[in-house]
């Protein structure tokens, strides 16, 4: 699958049937479990690629990623800077 926007052509990984595609995300969030991040700690999340995923620009010009969260079952939000691994 390749992600087409404003920021070009970014290939995240090849769909094989009807599978979605794994991935771990590493990134320090606002909030972590709705309190301040002060100390700038980085969480590790366990995603999957579907058809909502996206890359897009926040009305406060941040780069930002939506992916599915497996663990919480609901999607979530990586702003700025975050690193993938995909699994599989």
């Known amino acids: 699958m390749t992600f087409t926007g404003e920021y070009g052509n970014i290939p995240l990984y090849q ?3 009807n599978m979605k595609a794994q991935f771990n995300i590493i990134y320090v969030p606002e909030k972590i479990n709705g309190v301040e991040n002060t100390e700038k700690k980085s969480v ?3 995603g999957l690629l579907d058809d909502k995923t996206k890359i897009f620009t926040t009305t406060k010009g941040e ?3 939506c992916y599915f969260d497996v663990d919480r079952n609901n999607y979530r939000t990586a702003k700025n800077k975050w690193t993938i691994n995909i699994r599989g």
């Open 15 to 17: 769909k094989k049937g």
């Open 44 to 46: 590790c999340r366990s």
């Open 63 to 65: 780069i930002a990623f």
